[in-house]
């Protein structure tokens, strides 16, 4: 069984920039959802997808957006980068009402 | 809103000894999950134990047990014979029972454990 898996594991951007995080679901898994870490925090839940479409979405500008693909792979994009978007971004994926299953995380760093 | 609170923010206990680290949460929902995560320094969020609301049983995971009060809203994590490889970050998680965005967590601040030779 493969785990969910990131990428990449380290990025280094400037402010006014704009990324895109890469998340793997597990096998089986139809619903990802995302969420940033901040230094010495807990996750901060952004959003969910399901089969493709936005399911939930927390206390995250719109520049915080995301996709899903059909075999429920996900991207989360981030536009017109601030430093306070240094962070951890976890990657979680979960099928019906069993569990969430992270990920490594990518380390996300502003200048 | 929901909300999960972690007052400890670090605790350190002896090898092969006993450690609980404390959790209160808050939820207007009658049921939900509660669930404590570890995250090494190796940063992957590892599932440790996991609690239903309506289950009055409280969950043990060989040496990881929880003490589960639903009406004081409370949820510990008690470590028993604790092992140098239980050195992390632990962090309480909040879940709504019912499904689309309900799905998401709510976490704590988390409790830094060290486990010392």
């Known amino acids: 069984e493969t785990g969910v898996t990131q990428s990449p594991t380290h990025l280094i951007k400037t402010r006014g920039q704009q990324v895109t995080l890469r998340c793997s679901s597990q096998s089986g898994h139809n619903t990802v959802s995302w969420y940033q870490q901040a230094l010495g925090q807990g996750p901060q839940f952004i959003f969910q997808y399901y089969r493709e479409e936005e399911n939930g979405r927390g206390n995250f500008p719109p520049r915080f957006s995301g996709l899903q693909f059909p075999n429920y792979s996900s991207e989360l994009n981030v536009n017109a980068l601030e430093l306070d978007d240094s962070a951890l971004y976890l990657c979680?994926?979960?099928?019906?009402?069993?569990?969430?299953?992270f990920g490594d995380g990518t380390r996300l760093s502003i200048l | 809103a929901q909300t999960v609170t972690q007052s400890q923010p670090e605790m350190s206990v002896q090898e092969a000894e006993t450690v609980t680290l404390s959790c209160t949460y808050d939820?207007?929902?009658?049921?939900?999950?509660l669930f404590w995560y570890k995250q090494p320094p190796s940063r992957q969020m590892i599932l440790v134990i996991r609690q239903e609301a309506y289950k009055q049983q409280n969950a043990t995971e060989n040496r990881f047990s929880v003490n589960f009060q639903k009406a004081a809203k409370s949820f510990s994590l008690k470590i028993s014979d604790s092992q140098l490889g239980d050195t992390a970050m632990y962090f309480c998680a909040l879940r709504s029972w019912g499904g689309g965005s309900n799905y998401k967590l709510t976490f704590g601040k988390g409790t830094l454990l060290t486990v010392n030779p």
């Open positions: 939820t207007s929902e009658n049921n939900y999950y």
């Open positions: 979680a994926s979960s099928q019906g009402n069993q569990p969430q299953h």
